[in-house]
C-alpha cells in the first residue's frame, strides 16, 4: 500500500540555518505530493505542493521537488525563522477519485534566536 | 480562511459511552473527511464523505461511524468509546477529489477514561 516516510524529529536549528526535512513515499501510480504545516494548537494547512515528476512546490520560502526516481519530496528552505516553528507533514494522494490524503508521520520542528 | 468549526472542540468522556463529534462547513464543498492524529502516526483518515448521504470508509475506521445529512455537517460517531480512541480529531473540506487541497478545521482533543 501506499506510506510516506519522514525524517525522525524533533529537529532544532538557529535562526538563519538552513533546513532540509526528508519524505520518501511508496505508492502505486503517480501520486500527488504535498507538505502540511501545523503551528502549535490549530490545524494544518497547506504549505505546498506538487502533481507531477519534476514539479516544484513553493510558497513562503519553503521549496520540494517532486522525484520520482529517488520517491522523494524533500522540504528546504534556505533562512529559517523562528516563526517557523511548528510540525510539519508530507503527504501523498492519488491521481483520481477520493482525495485520501496519506501523512507521513510528522517532524516537529524549533527554531531558537 | 476557510470555514470550517469543530465541535466541540475539548471533551472528557468514559469509555463505553457514546460520543458525537461535528464537523461544519460554510463553503459548500462536497467532500469532508474525518482524520484522527496520534503520535507517531500522523494523521489517518477514519472515514469520508462525496456528497449527501454519501460515505466510504478509510484507514482506521474500526469503531467508528459517519453521517451526512446535509452538505455542510459531516459527524463522527464513536459508538462506545474506547481509551484507544483517545485522540485529536481533525475533519477536512475540499471542493473535489482530485488533488484539491484539503482544509482542515481546528481539531477536538478526545479523551476516554
Known amino acids: 500500500g501506499n506510506s510516506v516516510t519522514q525524517m525522525e524529529g524533533p529537529v532544532t536549528l538557529s535562526e538563519e540555518a538552513f533546513l532540509t526535512i526528508n519524505c520518501t513515499y511508496t505508492?502505486?501510480?503517480?501520486?500527488?505530493l504535498f507538505w502540511y504545516v501545523q503551528y502549535p494548537g490549530e490545524g494544518l494547512q497547506l504549505l505546498l505542493k506538487?502533481?507531477?515528476?519534476?514539479d516544484k512546490g513553493s510558497n513562503k520560502g519553503f521549496e520540494a521537488t517532486y522525484r520520482k526516481e529517488t520517491t522523494s519530496f524533500h522540504l528546504e528552505k534556505g533562512s529559517v525563522q523562528v516563526s517557523d516553528s511548528a510540525v510539519y507533514f508530507c503527504?501523498?494522494?492519488?491521481?483520481?477519485?477520493?482525495?485520501?490524503?496519506?501523512f507521513g508521520q510528522g517532524t516537529r520542528l524549533t527554531i531558537n534566536p | 480562511d476557510a470555514g470550517i468549526t469543530q465541535s466541540p472542540r475539548h471533551k472528557v468522556t468514559e469509555t463505553g459511552t457514546p460520543v458525537t463529534l461535528r464537523c461544519h462547513q460554510t463553503?459548500?464543498?462536497?467532500?469532508m473527511y474525518w482524520y484522527r492524529q496520534d503520535p507517531g502516526h500522523g494523521l489517518r483518515l477514519i472515514h469520508y464523505?462525496?456528497?449527501?448521504?454519501?460515505?466510504d470508509k478509510g484507514e482506521v475506521s474500526d469503531g467508528y461511524s459517519v453521517s451526512r445529512s446535509k452538505t455542510e455537517d459531516f459527524l463522527l460517531t464513536l459508538e462506545s468509546a474506547t481509551s484507544s480512541q483517545t485522540s485529536v480529531y481533525f475533519c477536512?473540506?475540499?471542493?473535489?477529489?482530485?488533488?484539491?487541497?484539503?482544509?482542515f478545521g481546528p481539531g477536538t482533543r478526545l479523551l476516554v477514561l
Open positions: 506538487a502533481t507531477k515528476a519534476d
Open positions: 463553503e459548500n464543498h462536497r467532500y
Open positions: 505508492a502505486t501510480g503517480y501520486p500527488s
Open positions: 477536512a473540506i475540499s471542493e473535489s477529489g482530485r488533488q484539491e487541497t484539503q482544509y
Open positions: 464523505s462525496y456528497g449527501v448521504k454519501d460515505t
Open positions: 503527504a501523498l494522494t492519488q491521481i483520481q477519485g477520493a482525495q485520501k490524503l496519506v
